[in-house]
């Protein structure tokens, strides 16, 4: 036990040495000004956000639209 929280402790230690957050896993820099930008426009809370992300990418998997889904996320650089 105590080895795997040492694990942990370097894990978390390096993620934030990369300059990353923790939200509900690391998100690098990038990825949290696109969750602030979400989370501004919207007033979702993290919850909601999470919900809702994976609501979004549902239902473009469903559709056959997750290409264009993933060329928005590159031409809008998210």
Do not use: H
Not at 16 to 28: A, D, I, N, T, W
């Amino acid at each position: 036990m105590v080895a795997n929280a040492e694990k942990q402790r370097r894990f978390r230690e390096r993620q934030k040495e990369l300059g990353k957050q923790q939200v509900r896993g690391y998100v690098s820099p990038q990825g949290m000004e696109s969750y602030q930008e979400l989370s501004a426009k919207t007033g979702w809370s993290d919850s909601e956000l999470l919900s809702n992300a994976l609501r979004i990418t549902y239902a473009a998997y469903k559709c056959g639209q997750i290409k264009l889904l993933n060329e928005w996320l590159k031409d809008n650089n998210k």
